[in-house]
């Protein structure tokens, strides 16, 4: 469990006296009020793929640390001022290698044979490939139509010392660990990964692994949240359903806040008499009911409990879904000392016809379809066969819109918001 550093208590509230706050408002406050609340440990560069870093890597020593040879072939001072067409070099004996450099000094008319990683020695700037010469009497000989510095790698031309790799708050990614080993970087600074609790609240669900019986539900949101939440990289673990039982869940509440960073809940958002999650909140803990003009995404809470953020997501799985991928996503990657991050989305033509009126922003399971982009028949918040159909969502923005067939719409694939 992390919680070094504490939010405001009031980082989650919006302004006063809005019915029904638009998107970006909503999501642009969230980004500027969360601060990190990881804390910060060293690993090995080679066990930290995946971590936020909660520093800068910086290369230590130049990339590649030598001049080497990009080829096998025959290295050589190059003089630009020699116009003649053939080049006649005496062959030096001895060679470059691999890990096993050549010591002595190449002079003018000299060559080497030297092989692809081998340090270029003292003395060569050039090297001519083993394919473009010929060899007879202890000399070689090629076209003169190479210039300095052909076929090598100079010292420091990947990286150099002092240069910047990647940024505090970047996901350390493969590459990025592999470009640093290069620059001679062993360790990194790095954020522990968030512990988060994820659980359902409400009597009709079962496990999914339980018959079902009359006016249950399996339990959909516990699985679908607990793995979106493991692909953006934090321990979660998944608590199971909580009754509709007000002391149940204040107990539930109570243990989960002392073991994790981070509560995540779905279902008893609203403000029913069965919603009791936001009536635990409203009284005993801190809560702001966002009223956030977004479709599916209502009721949709957020606030603490002890001291622990909490996201209390609809019931609906497409509802909770949609609000996990656009508020829950970015929350926790700056919580985890990450960046605010914004889904990469392009513009398609559009394979549908639809009409909205202003008022809110509206996410639509989507489908690619060749050239042109699809929705999903139906816009019901419970029906997940379209969640497992769709391969993104379409964007309409919050004005009134009608979009006719071969419109240019917002799409969002799935693959961006790391699913």
Request: hydrophobic share 40%; aromatic share 8%.
């Amino acid at each position: 469990m992390n919680k070094a550093k504490k939010l405001r208590n009031d980082c989650f509230a919006l302004p006063q006296g809005v019915d029904w706050t638009p998107l970006d408002e909503a999501l642009s406050h969230l980004e500027k009020s969360l601060t990190p609340i990881a804390e910060a440990e060293i690993l090995p560069i080679n066990q930290a793929i995946g971590r936020v870093l909660a520093g800068d890597l910086v290369a230590i020593s130049n990339s590649p640390p030598f001049s080497n040879s990009a080829v096998d072939g025959y290295a050589f001072r190059c003089d630009p001022t020699d116009a003649s067409e053939k080049k006649v070099l005496d062959l030096k004996e001895g060679r470059s290698a691999a890990g096993q450099p050549f010591f002595e000094v190449i002079g003018s008319g000299e060559a080497l044979r030297i092989f692809t990683g081998a340090v270029l020695p003292s003395g060569a700037d050039t090297v001519v490939l083993q394919e473009d010469i010929s060899f007879q009497n202890g000399k070689i000989s090629f076209f003169n139509s190479l210039k300095p510095g052909s076929n090598t790698r100079l010292v420091g031309e990947d990286l150099q010392t002092g240069q910047l790799i990647a940024s505090k708050g970047d996901r350390l990614t493969i590459f990025m660990a592999a470009s640093s080993i290069s620059a001679g970087i062993k360790e990194a600074k790095v954020y522990k990964r968030l512990s988060v609790g994820v659980f359902s609240t409400g009597d009709e669900l079962i496990d999914f692994q339980q018959n079902l019986k009359a006016g249950s539900v399996f339990d959909v949101n516990s699985p679908m949240l607990t793995s979106l939440l493991s692909n953006w990289g934090v321990q979660v673990t998944e608590l199971g359903k909580v009754p509709d039982n007000l002391e149940t869940l204040r107990n539930k509440l109570n243990e989960a806040s002392e073991t994790f960073d981070v509560l995540i809940t779905s279902g008893g958002a609203s403000a029913g008499d069965e919603d009791h999650l936001a009536l635990l909140l409203n009284k005993e803990g801190i809560i702001t009911e966002w009223r956030i003009a977004i479709k599916p995404g209502r009721p949709m809470a957020m606030g603490f409990w002890r001291n622990t953020p909490i996201f209390g997501l609809p019931g609906n799985p497409v509802a909770a879904a949609t609000c996990a991928l656009v508020f829950v996503r970015p929350a926790i990657s700056k919580l985890s000392g990450g960046q605010w991050l914004v889904p990469q989305a392009f513009y398609v033509s559009a394979a549908f016809e639809k009409s909205k009126k202003s008022g809110r922003r509206e996410f639509l399971r989507a489908r690619l379809a060749g050239d042109k982009v699809e929705i999903f028949k139906s816009e019901g918040s419970g029906l997940t066969s379209g969640l497992a159909w769709a391969t993104g969502f379409v964007e309409l923005p919050d004005d009134n819109v009608t979009v006719k067939l071969g419109d240019k719409v917002k799409y969002i694939p799935f693959s961006s918001l790391d699913l």
